[in-house]
């Protein structure tokens, strides 16, 4: 399906004029500073230079005073604290962190993980009897529980309390707990709003530090394993979380988690890597953290992340990553099958969405396959299973669709829901599943424009290959770590030609071009198929993205081209 092309609006003059005044600051990288917000010399230095000095209070979290005086209590009294957490990468990264830090200052507190088939996403019954029967007295979850009201209402009547720390919006009424910690929170003045629930802990964490005076330094230890959670969680990297990705990113790649050093050492298959990404974090160590979860149990991941003998680690490294090989297997399987019931589907054509169904696919990739499935039709879409009794989907959605409203305006249909604009979970009777289907398509039809069903590839700037000088492109990778928020800047350079060396690596085309300082390689994904006009000399528009790669350990400039068209 061709993609639309769309330029990002360009900031006013006299903020680019103000911007270009900036030492270092030249007129491209003007307009993506002020692209993403950045005013005046002062925010551009907080940008370019994020120091963990520029964090917030955490006592201005609502519930914050309350949690801490009430671990400070379970402390003192030699209370059993469980850490409680949901098993996808947000969930294992943030019990990691929390426990970890924890038990330096309490030797009575230990993790519970749901089982995804048993139990299902955030707060179980059999998780809290499980801390009843085993005499604990305090129970912190995170990433999940602010919803959990008749559950954590159960808990207190065993004699449980909570603290919950989440991030997911509330529903109208917050659970009887302790505290809750959740920065989206109506009547919560806390100023920044995006944190992951990984981060949330952290924030708890960080005020225990405070209230008790306990040395910082053995929570900053785990930033590596918080910036984990921000790439994979895909929560805006701006603000406090730009900050936390900077700072554990940085520590990523000079004294990394044991866990998380040997689950990257794995993935990479033994090369060299002088320096780390967020792109490496979201595409090899998300995946196989959260393979955990999806086919065994996600204990296999805080057994990893947790763990400081690097022998053991390595082989719980092994493990996930032969797990995650069973799981990019069983999703392709599952997305063919998928891909062949959309198209036999009679009216498949003229729906606007996707609605897919079949019992006996696995739980755990299925919100893997509704992204797959979005790339092949670009349409709203989710994937339904058999979980127990019930039937259990996933949702992905298109560019400039709410998936989470469409699905709350079929809620009639469905037992329970949860999530995000682009993302959400569900849960229905087996009997409403075509019901559901036609009435969710109803919703689409009527509330999705045109536009959104169309990929649309936004960059940021035209851009002369001429400008990847030195300077230039020192600049453009300080504005680094990428993600929601500060996108990878994406460029688009017009009537481009190869220098006649072009060659296919499977789907994928490696390209030359001269840019008036040399020769810049580039790699079109996916774009195979336009070996031949390359090589016929045709001039190319392409949209790409500038990185840098490792080649025979050394660094090198390539352009990253995520789409190409012929020229005018």
């Not at 507190?109 to 005499?135: C, F, H, M, N, W």
């Not at 991941?301 to 680690?313: C, F, G, H, T, W």
């Not at 998928?338 to 696995?362: L, R």
Request: glycine share 8%.
């Amino acid at each position: 399906m061709e993609k639309r092309w769309i330029q990002r609006r360009i900031p006013d003059a006299a903020l680019l004029d103000g911007l270009k005044r900036i030492p270092g600051v030249s007129g491209a990288l003007a307009v993506l500073l002020g692209q993403r917000g950045i005013r005046d010399f002062d925010e551009a230095k907080a940008f370019f230079n994020p120091e963990l000095s520029g964090l917030h209070d955490p006592f201005l979290m609502a519930g914050m005073e309350e949690a801490v005086d009430r671990i400070g209590l379970a402390i003192n009294k030699g209370e059993k604290i469980l850490v409680y957490g949901d098993y996808d990468v947000d969930g294992t990264t943030a019990v990691s962190v929390f426990y970890s830090f924890l038990r330096e200052h309490h030797d009575r507190v230990d993790y519970y993980i749901p089982d995804r088939y048993l139990e299902g996403y955030g707060i179980s019954g059999k998780g809290i009897e499980t801390a009843r029967d085993q005499g604990f007295s305090l129970m912190v979850s995170l990433d999940c529980g602010v919803k959990s009201v008749e559950l954590i209402r159960q808990a207190k009547e065993w004699g449980i309390d909570f603290i919950v720390c989440d991030h997911h919006q509330p529903g109208e009424q917050l659970p009887p707990a302790v505290a809750v910690l959740d920065p989206k929170r109506k009547d919560c003045s806390y100023p920044y709003k995006e944190l992951s629930g990984c981060g949330v802990g952290f924030k708890l964490a960080q005020a225990l530090c405070m209230k008790y005076d306990w040395d910082p330094e053995g929570l900053f230890r785990y930033l590596d394993l918080l910036a984990v959670s921000i790439a994979c969680d895909i929560v805006e990297i701006r603000g406090e979380n730009r900050i936390l990705a900077y700072q554990g990113m940085k520590k990523l790649n000079s004294n990394p988690n044991t866990g998380l050093k040997a689950l990257l050492e794995i993935a990479f298959a033994g090369k060299e890597k002088k320096r780390y990404d967020v792109s490496d974090v979201l595409f090899y160590a998300g995946p196989r953290i959260n393979a955990a979860g999806r086919l065994e149990h996600a204990y296999g991941a805080v057994d990893l992340l947790i763990e400081q003998d690097e022998q053991k680690a390595r082989e719980f490294a092994s493990r996930l990553h032969t797990t995650n090989d069973v799981r990019k297997e069983l999703e392709a399987e599952i997305t063919k099958a998928a891909i062949a019931q959309c198209n036999s589907m009679p009216g498949f054509d003229e729906m606007k969405s996707t609605v897919v169904y079949h019992p006996e696919w696995n739980k755990g990739v299925i919100g893997i396959v509704a992204s797959r499935l979005v790339e092949e039709f670009y349409r709203p879409t989710i994937v339904l299973t058999r979980s127990g009794e019930k039937v259990a989907g996933s949702a992905r959605s298109v560019q400039g669709f709410d998936i989470h409203a469409a699905i709350e305006a079929c809620e009639q249909h469905l037992l329970q829901f949860g999530g995000h604009t682009h993302a959400a979970g569900l849960t229905m009777e087996p009997e409403r599943v075509d019901d559901f289907r036609k009435a969710f398509d109803e919703v689409v039809q009527a509330s999705i424009r045109e536009e959104s069903l169309q990929p649309i590839v936004e960059f940021d700037l035209p851009l002369d290959l001429g400008t990847l000088q030195p300077n230039f492109v020192k600049n453009l990778l300080r504005m680094a770590p990428f993600g929601p928020g500060n996108q990878n800047p994406l460029f688009v350079s017009r009537k481009v030609k190869d220098t006649g060396m072009a060659k296919n690596y499977g789907e994928h085309l490696s390209l030359n071009f001269f840019t008036g300082a040399g020769v810049v390689g580039g790699m079109a994904f996916f774009q195979g198929q336009h070996l031949e006009e390359v090589k016929q000399g045709k001039l190319f528009d392409i949209c790409y993205h500038i990185d840098l790669t490792e080649f025979n350990g050394k660094e090198r400039l390539q352009l990253r081209i995520v789409d190409m068209k012929l020229a005018d």
